[in-house]
């Protein structure tokens, strides 16, 4: 609901500062997609020669499409791992009481908030001390761990908007506890699930922090892309970056529209 | 309503998995702080405090902590600047348009952060897109340096990372606010200028901590945005456990400052929500 | 069709200005007219309740006099100044909502002295007045609680001392009680009406609730469909409702359709002597006047004779309500003292003088 008629004189300046925001806040991506057809490369104003050269170079480069293709395979592993450990634990902090739940709440919670520099060297001390050698293996459990919280807190959030009552409903007919998990609990946490997996999945492509400690001979593609920044910019950059932005932009509208249409079918999140 | 074995089954993979990947690497690096290395690059496990002595004694690890937390500061207090009005606007202005913008908002947070930093070398650069474009409407001669490689553009950066991370908590705390509390202030005389300082920021307060919080804890702890942008002036505390744990090989001292920097984000976050709660009037 | 009552005709005979003058209101939101030509005057010291279902548009013509809406046409004069052109904060009016709107993070000292506050009163005034608001209210032991931790019907309380401390000309109140179970609303009820009496200021009321309007108002002004249907004092309302669509939402009535000719009124096969014009009528006879009689009287021109039969007979405590199926096929109610048993056939009567002639109430778009 808005502010009654009266108080909308009062503030003018209010849409130019959040246009100003917005403007702050997309300035940079306009830039990065503008420049990466720009044919005199990374500076200069204005933009001209519009070329698809930097396209046709990052289409030929094969170690950024390796890199890519780790990412993928990490990305989804972590996201297995998350859900897997994440899902439990928000179902144990809503619902059962047990000795250091505290200190476990505030553990998995931790790395969301945490340097990611700080989970990822404590991770490579691991495993340097149990002598595991850095791999994508690594990578996959550092993600996968580091990303729990954001499984945990998406699920918890859903599980505070899921009707209890449902679940007594199906125990009542005479469902046990397992099946009344895989027909009622999760069917109704399905979008808070999507909602994390995406989240997670989009985290993990974008992962550095973590993934500079624990990084063996593969490269991810942001460390590929960083690999390649500390040697000089390339113009190339801008055109992966223009990539990743789009499908960014497609997996959050996909996610928003699922949200919506669930809300207005008056599913639980 | 639960029966112990469903609920041993839902506690004790996640208790493990996190006991396994969380708390004994946390663990040992408590240990390795107390712990030192080599003339022949190998650890020793006697444990000092000489790590620590050497956080105090040496001047640099002070003063970079310090210009980090300088640094997070200002960042923290441009994204609550940048970011209040708008989650302002969003919630009580918009109107029809208030998911769109909801949606505005959150887009970039998903696009990649490298991404992101590296847009503003690249704007930010003596070639880059600013300095040339104020070269070409006249209004400057040569290209301003301080742009980039400076504590400046590390500042830029991260409050334009952070500035989105700022406005959801309190857009969520703004759309807590019952409507008509708005409505019982102006029936009671009050302006609508008066009315949001004494109704609505008192009741926004929970969400104005989270955001800072989040803002000023996050940029603490970056190290890509001054590795990036900012040159031999904009280092911070991270790229120093950074380097402690590459090139300078030193894991004991890496882990003795890590381990402040946890203590350090701990304690934040716990005044964060000893305050937060004091304010929440649920 | 206002029918004009004491405190206006006081007024009025004083030359006095009507403390609110409401001319020609309407309302649209978009396309959706809720309010249509609303006129209605509001005298010093009455207690008016504006009645109406859900979507008669009380509630919006009550925001609109506090400031929260702004109408499409017409205007509101308050002394004889303008108050629709004044924003909310500057009208000397004050609300009591539906949900109290208390403000969470303030005690309730800090609650009732806001508006207070707001006008930068002296601090020793401030509280002062406040002790005598939480008094009045009988909340003065709670004045360091937060709204948080009071009970609903305490909360309503506070939210009436905080709009009253403010000293208004007019208050206004949202259906403050119907968040109150039955028996504190009674009783609130009583003690709202017992305060408007000793502070001597207009409360206008809004509700749906047509028995808690009667109780209270020295006048009713019903509401339907944005239009005003009838504005007079409860009895009056109640005894001479204007139309049917009056009749049947204050107390329970039945509708008789008939015929006016020559003089006599003729509903199926009950007839009596009317001075009124020829045509189609329809009248309103309110249950309670239909009297159960032991025989059949004689042929009396002041009484209205029938029989019927008993089809179904509802417990209301000290009065039954029964559904009596007359010999021409109409089905009346009657309402009557409680009788253990009540056998089959019934002789019936009534007085033409209680049946009221209404007007049809047209369907609005």
């Known amino acids: 609901m808005e502010l009654p008629m009266s108080a909308r004189r009062a503030s003018r300046w209010l849409p130019w ?51 890519v293709l780790n990412s993928l395979i990490v990305a989804f592993a972590a996201m297995a791992i998350s859900l897997t450990f994440g899902i439990p634990a928000a179902l144990a ?74 679940e007594e409903a199906s125990l009542d007919l005479g469902a046990n506890y397992w099946q009344t998990f895989w027909r009622v609990t999760i069917p109704n946490l399905r979008l808070s699930i999507i909602g994390a997996a995406l989240l997670i999945f989009t985290l993990s492509m974008d992962e550095i922090a973590v993934s500079f400690f624990l990084i063996g001979r593969d490269n991810t593609l942001p460390l590929e892309i960083w690999g390649r920044l500390r040697r000089g910019i390339t113009p190339e950059i801008n055109a992966i970056s223009t990539i990743i932005f789009i499908f960014s932009l497609m997996a959050i509208v996909s996610w928003y529209r699922l949200r919506m249409n669930a809300e207005k079918r008056g599913l639980a999140m | 309503m639960f029966s112990r074995a469903y609920r041993a089954a839902i506690t004790l993979p996640p208790l493990l998995w996190v006991a396994v990947f969380l708390l004994v690497p946390y663990a040992l690096l408590l240990c390795y702080s107390f712990w030192s290395v080599s003339t022949s690059q190998t650890i020793v496990h006697s444990w000092t405090l000489d790590n620590y002595r050497e956080l105090f004694r040496v001047n640099v690890y002070l003063q970079t902590l310090f210009r980090s937390m300088w640094v997070a500061a200002r960042v923290m207090i441009f994204s609550l600047l940048l970011g209040y009005p708008l989650a302002y606007y969003l919630s009580f202005y918009a109107g029809a348009r208030k998911d769109l913008f909801y949606q505005l908002v959150i887009i970039p947070l998903w696009v990649s952060y490298l991404v992101r930093a590296y847009a503003w070398k690249t704007i930010l650069g003596s070639d880059g897109v600013l300095n040339t474009l104020l070269q070409y409407v006249h209004l ?64 926004s307060i929970p969400g104005v901590l989270a955001g800072a919080t989040f803002a000023f804890v996050l940029s603490l702890g970056d190290f890509l945005a001054p590795l990036l942008l900012g040159g031999p002036s904009g280092i911070m505390i991270s790229n120093i456990v950074v380097s402690l744990f590459g090139a300078a090989y030193n894991w004991p001292l890496g882990a003795a400052i890590s381990l402040c920097m946890l203590l350090l984000v701990v304690s934040l976050l716990t005044f964060s929500e000893k305050l937060e709660k004091k304010w929440s009037f649920r | 069709m206002a029918t004009i009552s004491e405190p206006v005709i006081r007024s009025a005979k004083s030359g006095v200005r009507a403390l609110l003058d409401i001319r020609n209101v309407a309302k649209s939101f978009g396309t959706n007219p809720v309010l249509r030509d609303i006129s209605l005057q509001i005298a010093e010291g009455e207690f008016l309740t504006i009645l109406g279902e859900s979507g008669s548009g009380k509630t919006t013509l009550l925001r609109i006099i506090a400031g929260f809406e702004s109408a499409n046409s017409g205007e509101i004069l308050m002394e004889g100044e303008r108050l629709d052109l004044l924003p909310p904060y500057r009208r000397r009016v004050n609300t009591v909502f539906q949900h109290y709107a208390l403000f969470p993070h303030l005690t309730v000292q800090e609650n009732v002295g806001y508006g207070l506050r707001v006008a930068k009163l002296p601090k020793d005034e401030i509280a002062t007045r406040v002790s005598e608001a939480l008094a009045m209210v009988k909340m003065s032991a709670f004045a360091n609680s937060k709204p948080g931790k009071i009970s609903g019907g305490q909360q309503q309380r506070i939210a009436l001392a905080r709009a009253l401390v403010n000293r208004p000309r007019l208050l206004l109140l949202d259906e403050p009680l119907s968040a109150l179970d039955a028996n504190l609303r009674r009783q609130m009820q009583v003690e709202l009406k ?18 808690e309007a009667m109780v209270m108002s020295d006048r009713i002004a019903l509401l339907r469909m944005g239009e ?116 089959g056939e019934l002789h019936l009567e009534f007085s033409p003088a209680d049946a009221v002639l209404v007007r049809e109430s047209p369907e609005r778009g």
């Open chain 2, 140 to 203: 400057t001669k040569h290209p301003l340096e301080f742009l980039l490689y400076s504590p400046f553009a590390v500042v830029l950066t991260l409050t334009h990372i952070y500035t989105p991370f700022a406005v959801l908590p309190i857009y969520a705390a703004l759309e807590h606010i019952p409507r008509n509390l708005v409505e019982a202030s102006h029936d009671l005389g009050a302006s609508p200028s008066q009315t949001f300082w004494r109704v609505i920021f008192p009741l």
């Open chain 3, 228 to 343: 005003l249907e009838q504005v007079a004092s409860p009895r009056e309302i109640y005894s001479r409702p204007a139309t049917a669509y009056t009749a049947q939402f204050i107390g329970h009535t039945n509708l008789l359709r008939g015929e006016i000719k020559a003089g006599v009124a003729r509903c199926n096969s009950l007839s009596w002597r009317v001075g009124l014009p020829e045509g189609p009528a329809l009248f309103s006879l309110r249950p309670e006047n239909i009297r159960i009689v032991n025989s059949e009287t004689g042929p009396d021109i002041d009484v209205v004779s029938f029989r019927g039969r008993i089809r179904h007979q509802a417990f209301h405590g000290a009065t039954e309500l029964l559904q009596v199926l007359c010999d021409d096929g109409l089905t009346l109610s009657v309402r009557a003292a409680t009788r253990e048993t009540r056998q």
């Open chain 3, 194 to 211: 017992s305060l408007q009496r000793e502070v001597g200021i207009s409360f206008v009321f809004v509700t749906h609730d047509q028995e």
């Open chain 1, 93 to 166: 902090l809503d619902r059962a009481n047990f000795p250091g739940k505290a200190l476990f709440r505030r553990l998995v919670l931790l790395p969301l908030i945490l340097p990611g520099i700080i989970t990822g060297l404590s991770l490579s001390i691991l495993f340097h001390d149990s002598h595991v050698k850095l791999s994508m293996l690594t990578i996959v459990l550092g993600h996968g761990t580091a990303l729990i919280s954001v499984a945990t807190t998406e699920v918890f959030a859903g599980l505070q908007k899921l009707d209890r009552a449902q």
């Open chain 1, 17 to 67: 500062h959040a246009i100003a925001v917005f403007a702050f806040l997309y300035l940079p991506i306009v830039t990065l997609i503008v420049y990466s057809f720009n044919g005199a490369g990374v500076g200069g104003f204005p933009p001209r020669n519009l070329t698809l050269d930097w396209y046709r170079m990052l289409f030929a480069d094969d170690a950024i499409w390796e890199s």
